[in-house]
């Protein structure tokens, strides 16, 4: 004679049952959880490897962009913990090479955003130059000469930061005068360099707009 299972061995069957397609549920929804963060990280880290080298030939195509000046930069170092990325190397030259000295070059460009600003809602940006050298040259002929005037350098400038610049940092900067077609030949220049501009985009929406203020020191020709 058959006896019928008492339902509490019933209900802890179903319980059990129960428990475990849960569990699995529970298993199949973690490893889909899982597999999308691998390859989310997978994507970013493709990408951090891939930024400098975008970052390099997007620089590249801003200065050779001028019908009169061309230029290159080295490596690009990115550091996403501050919003920054610096340029390595960069030099500016005359197409025609009638000119041969660089009508710009610089060790590096450190662009990077202000922190202190987001506070009050404004992205703005700080540059420091390191070794930055610029070369103006007085020749017989245009094609001879060197003033940097016939381009817009704000437009390349703008190109390659993307907010407004409020800071701007000069370290150990030069500043050369040359005609080498003189006699005797000049070269008459500013070196060591150091500068600090600051408020130059008036960055803060306040009534009263404050002027920008910039401290600079330099050694002329003769040590004066």
Not at 19 to 47: H, N, P, Q
Request: with cysteine; glycine share 6%; net charge positive.
């Amino acid at each position: 004679m058959l006896r019928r299972r008492p339902d509490r061995v019933i209900e802890s069957k179903r319980r059990i049952i129960g428990s475990t397609r849960s569990f699995k549920r529970w298993f199949r929804w973690e490893k889909r959880v899982i597999y999308c963060v691998v390859v989310m990280a997978i994507i970013l880290g493709a990408a951090r490897l891939a930024m400098p080298y975008v970052l390099k030939d997007y620089a590249n195509r801003q200065l050779n962009a001028s019908r009169d000046y061309g230029g290159s930069i080295g490596d690009v170092t990115v550091h996403l913990w501050r919003g920054a990325y610096r340029i390595h190397k960069i030099n500016i030259v005359k197409r025609d090479k009638e000119v041969s000295t660089p009508l710009f070059s610089a060790s590096f460009l450190d662009l990077s955003l202000q922190w202190s600003e987001l506070i009050h809602g404004k992205l703005v940006s700080k540059i420091v130059m390191a070794s930055p050298q610029v070369n103006f040259v007085s020749g017989p002929t245009k094609q001879q000469s060197q003033s940097g005037t016939e381009n817009n350098w704000n437009d390349t400038l703008e190109s390659l930061v993307p907010f407004k610049i409020n800071s701007l940092v000069i370290t150990n900067g030069q500043a050369h005068f040359q005609n080498p077609y003189s006699s005797p030949p000049v070269d008459i220049y500013m070196s060591q360099v150091f500068a600090v501009a600051t408020n130059l985009s008036n960055s803060r929406e306040i009534k009263q707009q404050l002027p920008a203020g910039i401290e600079a020191s330099g050694k002329t020709l003769g040590e004066g």
